[in-house]
């Protein structure tokens, strides 16, 4: 395992960890609005009795 020699590089870690972690929200954010869409597609198809369900971006 490499060894840090610099605090320039423990920074730039920390910014990276951060960025991730940030994205990552921002992703888990989109996964729930799409997972809440779906869920509610398929509820009201459910009513239609339609046994396929296909989604596309609008």
Known sequence: MKKLDSN???DSLLEELKRL???NKKLA???DKIKAKYDKT???L???DVR???LTDE
């Open 42 to 44: 398929k509820k009201e």
């Open 21 to 23: 972690r940030k994205e």
């Open 8 to 10: 320039l590089d423990k």
């Open 46 to 48: 459910k009513k239609k």
């Open 29 to 31: 954010s989109q996964k």
């Open 52 to 54: 396929k369900i296909t």
